[in-house]
């Protein structure tokens, strides 16, 4: 593969996941980079915290330990 129209094909015969591989590989060298890491999904931090006193107090206990 040398000219460009061939790239084009040879990435359009890619699976789904193997094109996105590619996009993150040529992002990750078009801005410089040298390695790519995916992003984080925040979703799986996301939750509810239950404490077992007054939040207001809670929060005035903790900011005390920080003094």
Not at 35 to 58: C, N, Q
Request: no cysteine; hydrophobic share 35%; net charge neutral.
């Amino acid at each position: 593969m040398s000219t460009l129209t061939e790239i084009e094909a040879a990435a359009d015969a890619l699976p789904l996941h193997q094109k996105r591989k590619l996009l993150e590989f040529l992002l990750s060298r078009v801005n410089g980079e040298r390695t790519s890491t995916p992003p984080t999904d925040l979703a799986k931090f996301a939750g509810t915290v239950r404490l077992p006193e007054d939040p207001l107090k809670w929060q005035q206990r903790v900011r005390g330990e920080w003094e």
